[in-house]
């Protein structure tokens, strides 16, 4: 069993945990996920590992409120806790070369960007960042992208908050007002936003990274569930990833596969047992 050291509440749909697992925390990189089951009765999901603290042994995930499984996660309190947490899983984002990088966060993939920016910074690497949400009360981790950013942009799409627009908008500004060019984009979020940011930096030349978080069950490369096209070759997102080049993604095979269990995600998670109201 693994305790919930800290909850906090980022938004009305996305929630942080701090889990105690000093073996998964002494090996955690960034880029690596973890795959967890709520019960023993439970689904596996996979999360990406937001943050990890050697020291106290902690790991931290956040995760948005969208099925079955993510909502009895968000149930739990600090020092209940999680059945199985299993990892570091997935190769580490090979960013040790980046000397100048821009870093983009989209929605709750901002969460995973995070501790890429922060390696980045720690690295001795300019890192400048782009944060982007619907609406200014979905915004999460700005503080913490300040903190590890020597430019930072929020941009929002109604314009509630930050700078009104799309993450690419503030991508090509930064680009085109550069000095020195870019080594790499580093980009996580929805595979519509990666696929438009991709897109722009083809046009450039700038090598991009995208991350991509597919259906997984194992984690181990056994299922298949997680496979992907990239440079018309398939790949398996928990071994091979879950990084890749930007350029070479399938995006729209990756975006048809991704709809296909979200009427079944829907349905668990709408579902009321009757069982326990039979007499």
């Given amino acids: 069993m693994y305790k919930i050291i800290r909850k906090k509440i980022l938004n009305a749909a996305v929630i942080l945990m701090d889990i ?16 967890l089951r709520v019960n023993s009765e439970g689904e596996r999901i996979p999360l ?21 499984t993510t909502k009895l996660l968000s149930l739990l309190n600090e020092n209940d806790s999680i059945c199985d947490f299993v ?3 997935g190769t580490a984002s090979q960013i040790d070369e980046i000397k100048k990088a821009i870093i983009i966060g989209g929605g709750v993939g901002s969460a995973i960007a995070y501790p890429v920016a922060k390696k980045l910074y720690n690295n001795g690497a300019v890192v400048d960042a782009v944060i982007g949400f619907r609406n ?54 929805p595979l519509i936003m990666m696929k438009l ?28 569930g997680c496979r992907l096209s990239v440079g018309r070759e398939t790949k398996f997102a928990c071994v091979d990833g879950p990084d890749f080049d930007g350029h070479l993604v399938d995006f729209d095979e990756a975006i048809s596969r991704a709809s296909t269990y979200k009427k079944f995600e829907q349905e668990a998670l709408e579902h009321q047992c009757r069982l326990m109201e039979v007499k």
């Fill in 136 to 189: 200014k009360d979905l915004v999460i981790l700005e503080q913490e992208f300040n903190e590890v950013s020597h430019k930072l942009k929020v941009m929002t799409d109604d314009g509630s908050y930050g700078q009104k627009g799309l993450v690419t908008e503030a991508l090509k500004e930064l680009i085109d007002s550069a000095e020195e060019m870019y080594d790499e984009v580093i980009v996580i979020g």
């Fill in 48 to 68: 990406t590992i937001a943050d990890y603290d050697r020291g106290q042994g902690t790991v931290t995930i956040i995760f948005q409120v969208v099925g079955k």
């Fill in 197 to 224: 940011v991709a897109q722009l930096t083809k046009v450039y030349g700038i090598k991009t990274t995208v991350s991509m978080n597919p259906i997984m069950i194992d984690g181990t490369g056994m299922c298949g």
């Fill in 87 to 89: 990892g570091p899983l």
């Fill in 20 to 35: 105690e697992a000093p073996l998964i925390a002494k090996k955690a990189e960034p880029g690596q996920f973890i795959i």
